[in-house]
């Protein structure tokens, strides 16, 4: 079987060989970027290209412009070593052709192995582009994930196809957070994009945060942040094309992007190189389109296929929900998660906000006993929420305001067990919720103080 695998591919790859290439020659070079005269007949927008330099070295790029003088290419690395004349050829990239070989691998976007160990391309090329599957038929989201989180399996449920945005600051557990979904979170397979990550932590999350029990399910599409835009803005589309290789096989797909920011932020690279102004808050008009067609690909998949459920994560400078990549996602994802420093700070992991964090999966995705849970811790931390100030300060009495004791007494022991993460179903965290709420509330009625009496006016 595997033998037939391998000549179906070496097949495809002769298949796609060209007799005869046409050459283009560098007229240009300015502000890293190349123009080049002799392909402008047959270049389209996204080409790859190649340079062979003087030197001996090949510079790779890709067209980002097309005029009537010739084509704009914007490379890969630095230009060094680039010449008047040097010898340029179409290579056709944008596609990627995934196999099942790749679980458990670390690969870039253009496919080649970072772990050292070839990497077997399999029969189908697939488009880093796409359009998502026909809005029509695509299936209603699924059943509700089991993630190892009583945050998530009770208040923020995550269900199959849905699109969650993980909105953070640096340093607050973003990423951590990303590897216990990757290990803990039913799947068939998880394809993780590492966009502009430091080089540094790409082996630290494969081997520390990961671990060889998630690694064993997960495909890693890496592109770190010392190569071009180019590189790191392909690697979301490359990632987004293997989950759906697997997506189109039937399977149950976890995709996770850390980080959206970087990668619209990789696109403002491109852009303005080909002309475009950074009118958007710093940021090319196109970014929004970019960054939906991307999250559309996620999602539930029609009668024939599987699903992609996506976690997308975002960097916000701040904590300004209202920056333009945070409000772009908001509005085309399907549930937002707000890790908060503050809450980071006094030691509780994951720093989920509760109140500042929607999942629209519900009230669907759970019975009508949860949501009635659900809706009741809601309005416990948002009694305490509206009356901290007060409460920090000491100028609560405590028996004023039966909501506001309540609040008081089981502000505590929910918020640590926002924090608890364990092997059982959502069940079972709905089980540990609700015995908290009977036994703090049988302790607020033994210990409850009377109101004081009204004072009489003389």
Known sequence: MRRAVRLKTLQSQLGALEITRSVGRVTRVQGGILQVTGLDHIARIGDRAEVSCRDGKVLKGEVIQLTPEGITLLPDAAVDGVAMADRVVLTRGGTIAPDSSWVGRIIDPDGNPLDGAPVISGALARPLRCAPPAAATRKPMGARLNTGHIVFDTMLPIVRGQRVGLFAGSGVGKTSLMGEFAKRITADIVVIAMIGERGREVRHFVDSVLGPEGRARTIVVAATSDQSPLMRRRCAWTAMAVAEHFRDQGLSVLFLADSITRFAEAHREVAVAAGEAPVLRGFPPTTAH??????????????????????????????????????????????????????????RFPAVDVLRSVSRSLPAAATDEENKTIAQIRKYFSTYAQNQMMISAGLYTQGTDNEIDQAIQLFSPLDEAMAVAHDQDPAHSFDQIRLILRRTGRASNTKKAPMPMARQSS
């Open 290 to 347: 970019l960054i939906m067609s991307l999250c559309e690909r996620a999602g539930p998949g029609s009668d024939t296929q599987g699903d992609i459920t996506a976690v997308f994560s975002v960097l916000v400078a701040g904590s300004d929900m209202d920056e333009p990549i945070a409000d772009i996602l908001r509005g085309v994802l399907d549930g937002h998660v707000v890790l908060d420093r503050s809450i980071a700070e006094r030691g």
